[in-house]
């Protein structure tokens, strides 16, 4: 049958039939794109996020120091780093637990098992990041089609230190991991309540839950997690009680962890927070760090990239974007429009302008905010202090949580020719040519050498950690205590451990690589036990068995280092250094010649001998050393403030006049003076 036998009829339902298929063909372009678009980005990211990861897999000397701990949780001893001495020597509580319950569980070598939990959450914490930002933008509303593309996750995957902290051993990827979910949560939380009652209480719950495990993470991210909690706290809940839920399910873990802390440890923070001394400000030091890790990648061009994507996608969203119009969600309470048709004075209008307020607060531009100035704040936290000692380390997080909004962006074009139209085409277009001005930066980038003379510790005292161990150990890809014996001083450090352990004593580092100076323990004193006093903590304390004792000058583990001053100039990340004399006055090791080794003043270990009979002192060393018994526990709880504030001269001569105690040594002086 031709068309010019069918009737008028018949030929309108055929075009009409023509049309009902094209439109189911658009509706399912645009249903589909986003999704399509969106896991593409996502399955790409996390490829060559963990290709690269694995092809820069190591385990820092930072990264084993948890291990000492773990090995000592699984041997019966506690969470302790020396048998016998109740000291905190981990900075991140949770990443400690999370690695002695993985390898209490699988049974592996802990070096293994911390670079796969590592590796696993932080190739995770970008998929997570990045679907939680795609649901930010809720393109489904759109009448148009829209697509996904990674971005934000682009700036962070190209930058060669990102790649190094993915493994590492140190609780980088935890704090992405922790962030991303963070993240998820809240943008699910400002999509508004959730149908059901049981749901949205479980939403926010979970939310306080997460948020408040920040200090738990690690302890400058409570910054994250108090403005989180604060901005949830003051929106609008369901009721009274949920707000009081709220907040005991935010506290119980932390507060609960901290009552702990302060009777277990007697301290307010880890000891590594006192060894890091957290007073005072190096800002010009810190702005050598941010230097040092923007400069060799040009990191400042991505950023002001991801800026102008955010400036644009804020202009988009606002004035073409999904029901500009709403709350994001929030609905009114049918209560307040009652109460606010029948009452007009100035308490109704203060009612209304809280309850808006509220509502604000509970909406995707706010969880935009938040993250950003948590990002920020975090920034500037680690600028004030000065940095870290390794490359971009301590940047990462904070890069992260502002990258956050803008992991992904969404293109999209609006029909028609109208101003919504023109602005949502133009802002599109800035989009595209941001994200190709990326894609080539980060081409450069991800080939990038890094730092030039990275293994070399310069005047910034910041270093390329992972290739600095790589080029002194000879082994591409550290991993194991074992590989760690390669560094200079390590396989003698084992050779004198087993020469010298049964006899007690002390053991130091001498300016000769292959050999230690050996400090017998006093005769007749008891317990028996050997010191290991060296500065590498990890690889010392990994090689080293757990019945011998293993401290450091800079007080990572060694509360006496950690609870002298602060030196102002001293090499970023290690503001301490407690000379050897102490820990041979401390250790019950011989203080005269000849037993005593030349390098050592034998009238400052004298000095120091009598400077532990200090009060103070002789308490900070009971607090954790002392029998834990219920006593114990209630005299550290109470006293832990005044604890973590305590701090001594580092040099004897002085730490005796401070403590107002008479000086051993005839005619001593503070100058250290060796063979004398």
């Not at 950690?562 to 290690?574: E, K, S, W, Y």
């Amino acid at each position: 049958m031709s068309s010019a036998e069918l009737s008028p009829t018949e030929l309108t339902h055929i075009a009409d039939a023509g049309r009902t298929d094209g439109s189911r063909r658009a509706v399912s372009v645009r249903r589909w794109l986003p999704i399509g678009s969106l896991t593409a980005s996502v399955l790409v990211v996390a490829a060559l996020f963990a290709a690269g990861a694995w092809e820069r897999r190591w385990i820092a000397d930072d990264g084993l120091i948890v291990l000492r701990t773990v090995r000592n949780l699984l041997a019966g001893n506690g969470p302790v780093f020396n048998e016998g001495e109740r000291v905190e020597a981990n900075t991140s509580t949770a990443w400690t637990y999370l690695i002695w319950l993985f390898t209490w569980m699988t049974g592996g070598k802990p070096e293994y098992v911390v670079l796969w939990i590592a590796l696993v959450l932080s190739v995770l914490a970008l998929p997570i990041a990045m679907i939680a930002t795609a649901r930010l933008y809720r393109v489904d509303r759109l009448r148009s089609w829209a697509m996904f593309l990674p971005f934000g996750a682009l700036i962070y995957i190209a930058l060669p230190p990102a790649r190094d902290f993915a493994t590492s051993g140190l609780e980088v990827s935890l704090c992405l991991f922790w962030a991303a979910v963070l993240w998820s949560q809240l943008v699910s939380w400002s999509a508004g309540p959730r149908r059901t009652r049981g749901r949205e209480i479980t939403l926010l719950l979970l939310l306080g839950f997460n948020a408040g495990l920040s200090p738990l993470i690690r302890p400058e991210l409570a910054l994250v997690g108090a403005l989180v909690l604060a901005l949830v706290f003051f929106s609008r809940m369901p009721s009274w009680w949920m707000r009081v839920a709220f907040v005991i399910v935010a506290a119980l873990v932390p507060v609960g962890y901290q009552i702990f802390r302060m009777g277990y440890y007697g301290l307010l923070v880890p000891n590594t927070a006192v060894a890091k001394d957290a007073s005072g400000s190096k800002w010009s030091q810190g702005w050598t760090y941010v230097t040092n890790m923007f400069g060799p990648y040009v990191l400042l061009l991505p950023v002001l990239v991801a800026v102008l994507a955010g400036l644009a996608l804020w202009a988009q969203w606002r004035k073409v974007g999904v029901d500009s119009t709403d709350t994001d969600g929030v609905d009114a309470d049918p209560t307040d429009t009652a109460a606010d048709a029948t009452d007009h004075g100035s308490p109704a209008r203060l009612r209304r302008v809280l309850v808006a307020g509220q509502s604000r607060l509970r909406s995707r531009g706010a969880v935009v905010v938040v993250m950003v100035v948590a990002g920020l704040a975090e920034a500037v936290y680690w600028v004030h202090q000065g940095g870290d000692f390794m490359h971009a380390r301590v940047l990462l997080a904070p890069l992260f949580l502002m990258l956050l909004p803008v992991m992904v962006i969404p293109l999209s074009l609006r029909p028609g020719r109208d101003r919504a139209a023109v602005l949502s085409t133009a802002a599109t277009g800035v989009l595209g040519i941001a994200w190709i001005v990326l894609v080539v930066w980060g081409v450069i980038t991800v080939n990038s050498h890094g730092l030039r003379n990275g293994t070399d510790i310069g005047r910034s005292g910041i270093v390329d950690e992972r290739r600095y161990y790589a080029q002194n150990l000879g082994i591409e890809h550290p991993l194991t205590a074992e590989d760690y014996r390669q560094f200079a001083r390590m396989q003698p450090m084992v050779d004198a451990i087993e020469e010298h352990q049964a006899d007690g004593g002390v053991l130091l580092s001498s300016g000769d690589y292959d050999t230690w100076y050996y400090v017998p323990q006093i005769r007749g004193t008891h317990p028996t036990q050997l010191t290991v006093y060296f500065l590498n903590l990890g690889m010392t304390s990994m090689n080293a068995p757990l019945s011998v004792r293993v401290v450091d000058q800079m007080g990572l583990a060694y509360p006496l280092a950690a609870h002298t001053h602060r030196l102002p100039d001293a090499r970023i990340g290690h503001d301490k250094d407690l000379d050897p004399e102490w820990v041979v006055a401390d250790s019950r090791a011989v203080p005269y010649y000849p037993e005593l080794p030349r390098a050592v003043s034998q009238s400052w270990t004298l000095q120091a001998r009598a400077a532990l009979r200090c009060p103070a002192t002789k308490e900070l060393i009971e607090s954790y050393t002392g029998p834990m018994t219920w006593a114990r526990f209630k005299q550290n709880l109470r006293d832990s403030r005044q604890l973590t504030a305590y701090r001594f001269n580092r040099i004897p001569y002085y730490a005796l006049q401070e403590c107002g105690l008479p000086n051993p040594v005839p005619g001593a002086s503070p100058i250290r003076r060796f063979g004398k």
